[in-house]
């Protein structure tokens, strides 16, 4: 899912935060036993695919044997100017046809972040027990003031009325990196817990094999 946002500035201040995510198996407890039984899966014929399945976001397929990599994402593109046209005295005559004697700082060329939640799963079979290593990367994304220098601030007349407030904004964004890992036995359903920022959220993991 995908939207579209403008903002005009200046400056992009980006912080990052990084994290480990914590994870929880089933409900079986963890025993001798219950450890050999789990190894006993690497016994087994690797499978030719898996399917991973994180609630709240797409499945992806992956073939283990090759360490594949998959990229999940749950995003929307956030555009902003990184450069300007300056502000514009405009003639006399101009003005006298009507033109507003200013024209504010322009933007003339955008990029574009990717807001919200980008994934890249990896899976390893070890026979039928399959390893599954996560990044997590979550962006937010705040408008803050990103107008400075000789060209910045409100345009007034010569009587001090405002005339334009040549405002420009730019995104501050923070990125909280979650990182996992867990070995799955398929058809069994996991706990992770991924971060938004200093926001904890539980999500489940399911691992098929085919």
């Given amino acids: 899912m995908k939207h579209s946002y403008l903002f005009a500035g200046l400056a992009l201040a980006v912080a990052a935060v990084t994290v480990a995510a914590v994870s929880k198996p089933s409900s079986k407890q963890l025993t001798p036993r219950r450890v050999a039984e789990v190894n006993e899966l690497s016994n087994a014929a690797h499978p030719a695919k898996v399917t991973i399945a994180i609630s709240g976001f797409s499945k992806v397929t992956v073939v283990p044997e090759e360490g594949h990599k998959a990229v999940v994402e749950d995003i929307r593109e956030y555009h902003y100017p990184t450069e300007f046209d300056p502000p514009q005295a405009m003639p006399a005559k101009a003005v ?82 979650t990182r996992f890992h867990l070995f799955a036995v398929p058809g069994e359903t996991y706990d992770v817990t991924l971060y938004r920022g200093g926001k904890a959220e539980k999500h489940t993991v399911t691992v098929t094999a085919e």
Avoid: C
């Fill in 96 to 177: 006298e046809r009507g033109i507003p004697p200013i024209t504010p700082t322009t933007p003339r060329a955008f990029e574009t972040i990717n807001v919200g939640w980008t994934m890249t799963l990896v899976a390893q079979a070890h026979g039928r027990l399959i390893e599954v290593y996560g990044v997590a990367d979550h962006v937010e994304v705040e408008s803050v003031t990103g107008g400075y220098g000789a060209l910045s601030g409100p345009i007034v007349s010569e009587q001090g009325e405002v005339i334009t407030p040549n405002k420009l904004e730019q995104p501050k964004s923070l990125t909280t990196t």
